[in-house]
């Protein structure tokens, strides 16, 4: 999951590199509490969401599916065009990282598909905008032998 992640980091901050990019954390939740806000806007935050049991693949391989990346948008700017508390420039952020993950596919994972798009209207001084991607991975990491080097031969009598 890690390298996935990685990976996910390492595409948006290719294709975005004017957000901030890291792993959600409820980062809205904590400086809408008062907590000091200790990263720059606009940001963009990967959840990863997998509400079903792994699937057994066999031979020590899993698969998380379905398993879906939701990108938390965070935007802060008060005045567009004369109007107070007008934010549109989050549409482009959003469609940045659209672009940035429709169609990925980073290793041991199927391509990337938008499946929904979520703003969050509940907000202080700064926009939440959601964006979930469907995809799946298999993880390898138990895969048997592991390592061809410390796999114990057959017992013999």
Known sequence: MKDFILAL??????????????EWNNQLAQMNEGEQMTFPLPSAFIEIISDTPKIQLGNGVQLYDPLTVRIHILHEKYNENGYFYRDLDVFDTKQDVYLALQKFEPLNASTFVCISETQDNDHTNVYHFMIDFATNLMDFSAKEPRNPLTVQPPFTY
Do not use: D, G, Y
Request: charged share 20%; hydrophobic share 45%; net charge positive.
């Open 9 to 22: 980091i390492a595409r948006l901050e290719l294709k975005c590199p004017s957000l901030h990019i890291n």
